[in-house]
């Protein structure tokens, strides 16, 4: 009963709009949703990139298994690897052994939303797990396989950050194998009216 509530929660029947852009999307995401692609999300804040991927993940075959979200925004720069990778015990003084966000969605979905703000070094190490597909905990030697498909969200212009050197390109192109763009209201106006009646 609960998997059916949460199925229903974040179906695309609950992405609201009746215009081409909205369709198109809607559309898209049915065609896509048992794929296991990479996918990059893009769009402005408050446009629902988080509930694109709940939807990506919620209506495909990955539902039983963990939808994991990080926020690359609000981490440090000095925790992301361990918050992301796992981290072995005793690494450090007081420091306990844990599992990272991509052990934690193991046979799901990992999102990374705000992927645009994280920093160089940890891109690089991002990347490598995708192209591999195994990871190492700080503080550990061994080279553990995991099996999730990865949906990345950003409100930043990633080809002009590539420009300026503040993002990887391959890391980027890994993203992008399925590019899904989030409209703002303005981009939709035919759907202010539905909204507001909804809300």
Do not use: W
């Amino acid at each position: 009963q609960l998997r059916k509530e949460v199925h229903a929660q974040f179906s695309t029947h609950n992405l609201l709009g009746t215009s081409p852009r909205m369709q198109n999307l809607i559309r898209l995401i049915d065609q896509i949703q048992e794929s296991s692609v990479d996918i990059l999300i893009t769009g402005e804040n408050g446009t629902g990139k988080e509930l694109v991927a709940k939807a990506i993940h919620y209506n495909s075959s990955r539902s039983r298994h963990p939808f994991v979200a990080v926020n690359c925004a609000s981490l440090p720069e000095n925790l992301l690897e361990s918050e992301l990778f796992g981290i072995e015990k005793r690494v450090a003084t007081d420091v306990d052994f844990r599992i990272g966000k991509f052990e934690q969605a193991n046979g799901g979905t990992l999102f990374l939303d705000e992927i645009g703000d994280m920093g160089l070094r940890a891109q690089a190490k991002i990347l490598r797990v995708l192209e591999e597909r195994t990871l190492e905990r700080v503080g550990g030697r061994t080279s553990i396989p995991i099996e999730i498909r990865i949906l990345a969200a950003t409100n930043k212009d990633l080809e002009s950050a590539i420009a300026r050197g503040r993002f990887r390109e391959d890391l980027y192109y890994r993203l992008k194998v399925v590019p899904i763009h989030t409209p703002s209201l303005r981009e939709r106006p035919e759907d202010v009216s539905l909204l507001a009646n909804f809300f």
